[in-house]
């Protein structure tokens, strides 16, 4: 074995929900930089379909885009069975799409809100990490990575329902790293505030205002910062780690205003 671990993806197919945007796309190029095929899904096929297409153009690896509703327990089914038959199983899951609708205040939550929250952040992301943990467990092992957020850890007022989700991820995490263990790792990441099309809702003065007072590093993340987490997690280089979550925020202090 050499002093430093590899982090090439050469052979691997890698599976990531919601990688048409944000930080999912820049796992699916870095991912097809270490040699991975990859598959990018999310609801609109079209824009994973470019995304895929401009991967192939940039890295050379294969890559295909798939339409899949990541709240819909049969989508996510049917979505693994397309890579499986594709390409014979996958070897790296990154359950990374996610959303946080706004609301004004818990009441108007509506059961429909409610539910469509916890499918997307959670229920999907069980699904599909059963289905591709069992097949990872029967073939040569594999690596899951969930995405969860820092505010299923510290939730604020506006994100109670989506901070329960990624909450419940966070325990499944722990829970199917032994479930699938030893030959397959299941790993989580925890964003702080990404600069990715969601931030498109803040107030970035107010934002910026405030990560000046409680953010280490002063600002939000850029898309690619959360990919040195995730190419560790998604390769070798992490062989002796499962059943971890790291947290990528710049250092925030929660609780400080
Ligand atoms: N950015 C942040 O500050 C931050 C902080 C903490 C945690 N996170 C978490 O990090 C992950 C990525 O966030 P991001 O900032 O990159 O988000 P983003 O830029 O809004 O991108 C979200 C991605 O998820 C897909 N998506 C949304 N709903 C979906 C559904 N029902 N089924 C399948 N795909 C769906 C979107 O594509 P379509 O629209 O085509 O479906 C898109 O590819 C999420 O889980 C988010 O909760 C982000």
Redesign the pocket.
């Known amino acids: 074995m050499t002093a430093t671990p590899s982090f090439r993806l050469d052979g691997k197919v890698a599976l990531i929900?919601?990688?048409?945007?944000?930080?999912?796309r820049e796992m699916a190029f870095s991912f097809a930089e270490q040699g991975a095929t990859v598959v990018v899904?999310?609801?609109?096929e079209e824009?994973c379909v470019a995304v895929a297409e401009e991967i192939t153009k940039q890295t050379g690896a294969k890559a295909l885009g798939l339409g899949?509703?990541?709240?819909d327990w049969n989508a996510v089914g049917a979505a693994f069975e397309r890579v499986t038959a594709e390409f014979g199983g996958t070897d790296i899951l990154v359950n990374?799409?996610?959303?946080?609708p706004l609301y004004d205040k818990l009441t108007d939550v509506e059961e429909s809100l409610f539910a469509k929250v916890i499918d997307?952040?959670m229920k999907g992301a069980f699904r599909l990490a059963s289905l591709c943990g069992e097949q990872m467990a029967a073939r040569n092992g594999g690596s899951i990575i969930n995405?969860?957020?820092?505010?299923s850890v510290a939730p604020t007022p506006g994100i109670v329902p989506y901070a329960m989700a990624?909450a419940g991820l966070n325990a499944m995490t722990l829970g199917m790293a032994r479930a699938f263990g030893t030959t397959v790792r299941v790993n989580g990441i925890m964003?702080?505030?990404?600069l990715?099309?969601?931030?498109d809702a803040w107030d970035m003065a107010e934002f910026n205002e405030r990560a000046e007072r409680t953010i280490a590093l002063k600002r939000g993340g850029e898309?690619n910062e959360i990919v040195g987490a995730a190419l560790y997690l998604a390769s070798d280089a992490s062989s002796y780690t499962t059943g971890t979550i790291i947290k990528v925020d710049g250092g925030a202090a929660y609780g400080a205003t």
């Open positions: 929900t919601g990688g048409s945007r944000g930080l999912g899904a999310s609801r609109k824009s899949c509703h990541t709240g990374n799409a996610g959303m946080s997307v952040n995405v969860s957020s820092t505010g990624k964003p702080g505030p990404f990715t099309d969601i931030s898309p």
